[in-house]
């Protein structure tokens, strides 16, 4: 896998990883690219001999403690000093979450994100006290809770994995959650999550036909990435609605229903 100017590899063996490093030190010799700068974890790093130079690496977008096996996040360098629209958005937006480790607070982003385009015209005028107040909150919130946020690089189990995924919806947003559950140890680990804003015109069955909709595509589309095969996908809604759709002849539905339950 390959992320920006980073390649990550991963194997279920020493040796099997040494092959990979092999090819890939190989493939990109071929085009003048020189590997370096090698992170892994301790016991894989004595193996091989690399010499890791910091105790954290980059993963994904998201922060790696090497010791710990373990993604975090970290906190925005600079606090805005001035609460406008610009200001606001540019620290929120430094917060790089590409697996929804914290989906639920980058919703909350996004909602006061569109409520300072109703409010504020412009870019660098202050925004309004109630904004700002809710703003203030959200930073208070970063700055105290998203250190202690913490989760496992390798979701792993001792039995069966499955995969659960749910979606959800209401009038301020809708979303999903993927989760790898081990069926022997009882034991889910939250795989990722996305979230998004509606549109403001649609109904509560159709933003739950929707959520179930990206519940589907978001499974197709890291299927094929799963270093696993799993034993059994499930689907969840708590929407009657969406579920007596799923199950009807799709034709009778109007177009927009139609799309989604095909």
């Not at 010499?51 to 360098?77: M, T």
């Not at 999550?193 to 109904?203: D, E, F, V, Y």
Request: proline fraction near 5%; charge should be neutral.
């Amino acid at each position: 896998d390959t992320y920006m100017d980073d390649v990550l590899l991963h194997a279920d063996s020493l040796p099997e990883l040494q092959h990979k490093m092999d090819r890939v030190i190989e493939t990109m010799a071929r085009a003048s690219f020189t590997l370096h700068k090698w992170l892994a974890a301790p016991e894989v790093a004595q193996a091989f001999g690399l010499q890791n130079s910091k105790s954290e690496g980059s993963y994904l977008g998201a922060r790696w403690r090497l010791v710990d096996e373990e993604l975090f996040l970290s906190v925005p360098g600079s606090l805005p000093t001035r609460f406008t629209r610009r200001a606001l958005l540019s620290f929120f937006a430094s917060i790089f979450d590409p697996l929804g480790l914290i989906g639920p607070f980058h919703t909350t982003i996004k909602i006061l994100m569109r409520e300072l385009l109703k409010e504020s015209p412009t870019w660098d005028e202050p925004i309004g006290a109630a904004t700002e107040k809710q703003a203030r909150s959200l930073i208070q919130d970063v700055v105290e809770y998203l250190p202690r946020v913490r989760h496992r690089r390798l979701v792993t189990g001792s039995g069966p994995l499955e995969l659960w995924v749910f979606g959800d919806a209401s009038k301020a947003a809708y979303g999903i959650c993927v989760y790898v559950h081990d069926a022997v140890d009882k034991h889910t680990e939250l795989l990722l999550s996305r979230g998004h804003l509606p549109s403001q015109n649609k109904t509560i069955p159709e933003l739950e036909l929707v959520a179930a909709t990206l519940a589907v595509d978001t499974y197709v589309k890291i299927r094929d990435s799963l270093p696993f095969l799993p034993t059994r996908v499930r689907f969840f809604t708590d929407s009657q609605v969406t579920w007596h759709r799923i199950q009807a002849d799709a034709n009778k539905f109007s177009a927009f229903v139609m799309n989604r339950v095909r």
